[in-house]
């Protein structure tokens, strides 16, 4: 079986004592035969794009995750969009909306969300979303932005929502929080949208699913997910990872 992992921060200080091994050996040897690593700040986009660099099967994603918009400029679109001419760079994000944590005033978040969606328009890029506890405003401002292709990663909304998503053309990702015992709401995402609308991810180093919740999570850890998309939806594994290969593949690489 291969897996393509639609969601990793492999640039996290978590992975500092074994990336090599991870990535070098150990993942393409568990079946993960394509990874996108995040960015969540300019930093970590560059260190993205380096991965991508150094390994066939690595590509990139570039942004400012709504967490890390400290020094946020136009200086620092445009330092996105010129990592976004790099040919691995697959997606703008991880961009979006946190109302859990609130690092950021919320009208601030909104503006810099909506500069980095205008990004994606202007680039032609797909995009990652992030959005905590704040579901409603991240919708609205896409549905009125142009971009329509593009990943919800970590889906935390309603199945209704969900269906609109799709509606408009997204895909939905789907990660270790599926396996909980209290995933009701997800599970019925799962249950309401095609398997041709779900991306497979681990946005490890965190979020690791049953059995290995609370460890530091990585790409190989995949397998539970899909095991527990292929019960939910009553088809096999094999299917599963084979279909949300294929939806990888042609959201970012074609
Ligand atoms: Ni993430």
């Keep these: 079986m291969e897996y393509f ?6 640039d996290d200080r978590r992975f500092k004592h ?3 091994e991870l990535l070098g050996e150990l993942l393409p040897a568990s079946g993960v035969s394509h990874i996108i690593n995040i960015g969540c700040d300019v930093k970590s986009s560059e260190m993205s794009v380096r991965m991508a660099d150094k390994y066939d099967y690595i590509y990139a994603a570039v942004g400012v995750h709504p967490h890390e918009l400290y020094d946020m400029s136009s200086q620092t679109i445009e330092k996105l969009r010129k990592l976004s001419d790099h040919k691995k760079v697959v997606a703008i994000g991880e961009i979006g909306l946190d109302y859990h944590y609130d690092t950021h005033p919320r009208e ?5 969300f909506i500069q980095q969606l205008r ?9 990652v979303i992030h959005s905590r506890e704040a579901s409603q405003d991240t919708f609205d401002i896409i549905e009125r932005s142009k971009v329509r292709r593009g990943s919800i990663h970590c889906y935390s909304g309603s199945a209704e929502m969900a269906k609109e998503y799709v509606k408009m053309g997204f895909h939905i990702g789907i990660g270790g929080v599926v ?4 995933a009701k709401k997800l599970v019925e995402v799962v249950e309401a949208i095609p398997l041709e609308s779900i991306l497979i991810e681990t946005d490890c180093p965190y979020l690791a699913p ?5 460890k530091r999570n990585d790409s190989a850890n995949l397998k539970y997910v899909v095991e527990k998309i292929a019960e939910i939806k009553g088809v096999t594994a094999e299917k599963v990872a084979e279909i949300t290969k294929k939806n990888a593949e042609k959201l970012f690489l074609k």
């Design 108 to 112: 601030f978040q909104r503006f810099w």
């Design 18 to 20: 074994d990336r090599e």
């Design 119 to 127: 990004l994606a328009e202007e680039t032609g890029l797909p995009v």
């Design 179 to 182: 396996t909980f015992p209290n």
């Design 5 to 10: 992992e639609s969601h990793a921060h492999y």
């Design 210 to 214: 049953a059995p290995n919740r609370g």
